[in-house]
C-alpha cells in the first residue's frame, strides 16, 4: 500500500534534533524578552532616563505630583508645532470646536498644512526668559512656575529653552495634554505638574468647566460662563494648596505666570512669602488682569495692586489683559 507504514519505522513523530531544539528555545526566550520591553512600565528612569516623567526636583512635595502614566491617555490626539516663536514646541489641541460645522482655528489651519498660531503668551515668556539669561545668567536652578497651566502654551515655552517648570492645573482634559506635550517636546525631566488650583489655603473647592472650552474652567461659575453663555457648565471638586506650600523658599523661581480666570488675588495671596522675597530674588509677575472676571471672584484689579504694594511690587504695567509686575 502506498501510503502504508514502512516496516520498522516508528508510527510517533519524530523528535527534534537538538539543534533545531536549541535554535527555538532562542527565539522564543527572545520573544518573551521583547514582551516584556514592551509592556514594562516606561517611567522606569533605566528604561527612559531623557523621558521620565517623574519629579525633578529633589525636595518631595506636601501634594503628589500628577502621574501621566497613571493616567487615561486622551483620544485622538491633534498636536502641531507652533508659529514664529524662537524656541519650537508642540501641544496637544484639547477642543475640536464644533464639528463639522464650526472647527477649531487650529484644526483648520491643520488641515490646510500650517502651524499652530502662535499664542501671545508663548513667546512673552519666551522673551523675558531669554532676557533674563543674556542679562544676569539665570538659566541655572532658576524655576518658572505656571498657575492655569491649560495645555502647556506656557509650560512648553519656557521648558524648551531649558528651564524647570511648575504647572497646575485642575482639569482632567488639560491634564491629559500637558501629558501629551512632555512627551512631545522630551522635556520629562523639567515639567512637574500638579493637579491641583493654587489659592490662598489648603483644602478643596468647587471649580467650574465648560463643556467643549476648557480653556475658560474657572473657581467662579460666573466667570466660567462670562464668554461662552450658552455653553453647558460642569461642578467639580478640585484641591486647592497655596503657592508657598509648594516652593520651598531656598528654591530661586524667575518667573510666575498666573492665568485663573479672575482667581489671581487668591493665587497671589498664597504666594505671599514668595512674592516678599528682597529685589533680584523675588520673580517676575505675570498675571491676567480681566476686571470682569475678577468681580466674578469678589475682588478687583485695586486689589491686586494694593496686595502687590503691600510685598514690594511697586513696578506694573499692563500689556493687553495681562499685567506685569516687577520690583524694579
Known amino acids: 500500500m502506498a501510503n502504508a507504514w514502512r516496516r520498522g519505522e516508528s508510527r510517533h513523530p519524530k523528535l527534534l534534533s537538538p539543534k533545531p531544539l536549541l535554535l527555538l528555545l532562542l527565539s522564543l526566550s527572545l520573544l518573551l524578552l521583547f514582551l516584556f520591553l514592551a509592556f514594562r512600565s516606561p517611567s522606569d528612569p533605566n528604561l527612559t532616563p531623557s523621558l521620565s516623567l517623574s519629579n525633578p526636583f529633589p525636595k518631595p512635595y506636601p501634594i503628589p505630583t500628577f502621574n501621566c502614566f497613571d493616567s487615561p491617555q486622551a483620544h485622538p490626539v491633534v498636536a502641531n508645532l507652533v508659529e514664529n516663536v524662537k524656541y519650537p514646541f508642540l501641544y496637544s489641541l484639547p477642543d475640536f470646536g464644533s464639528l463639522p460645522d464650526k472647527p477649531h482655528k487650529n484644526l483648520v489651519r491643520l488641515l490646510k498644512g500650517k502651524l499652530f498660531r502662535k499664542p501671545d503668551i508663548s513667546a512673552t515668556i519666551q522673551g523675558i526668559l531669554e532676557g533674563m539669561k543674556k542679562k544676569e545668567g539665570k538659566s541655572d536652578g532658576g524655576l518658572v512656575v505656571d498657575v492655569g497651566a491649560n495645555v502647556g502654551m506656557a509650560s512648553f515655552a519656557a521648558a524648551v529653552m531649558g528651564f524647570k517648570v511648575l504647572a497646575f492645573e485642575p482639569v482632567l482634559e488639560n491634564l491629559q495634554r500637558l501629558c501629551d506635550g512632555i512627551w512631545f517636546n522630551r522635556v520629562g525631566e ?58 520651598p523658599e531656598s528654591q530661586p523661581v524667575l518667573l510666575l505666570k498666573i492665568d485663573v480666570q479672575g482667581w489671581e488675588y487668591h493665587v497671589l495671596k498664597g504666594a505671599s512669602k514668595l512674592l516678599s522675597r528682597k529685589k533680584g530674588e523675588a520673580p517676575y509677575i505675570i498675571y491676567e488682569e480681566d476686571e470682569r472676571l475678577l468681580q466674578a471672584s469678589n475682588s478687583s484689579a485695586k486689589e491686586i495692586r494694593d496686595f502687590l504694594q503691600t510685598v514690594g511690587y511697586h513696578d506694573c504695567t499692563q500689556r493687553g489683559t495681562d499685567a506685569h509686575c516687577t520690583k524694579g
Open 190 to 247: 523639567l515639567v512637574t505638574v500638579f493637579e491641583a488650583a493654587a489659592s490662598d489655603r489648603v483644602g478643596n473647592i468647587t471649580f467650574y468647566k465648560l463643556v467643549g472650552r476648557l480653556d475658560n474652567s474657572a473657581i467662579s461659575a460666573t466667570g466660567a460662563k462670562l464668554a461662552f453663555k450658552s455653553n453647558e457648565e460642569v461642578a467639580v471638586q478640585v484641591r486647592t494648596i497655596p503657592l508657598d506650600e509648594v516652593i
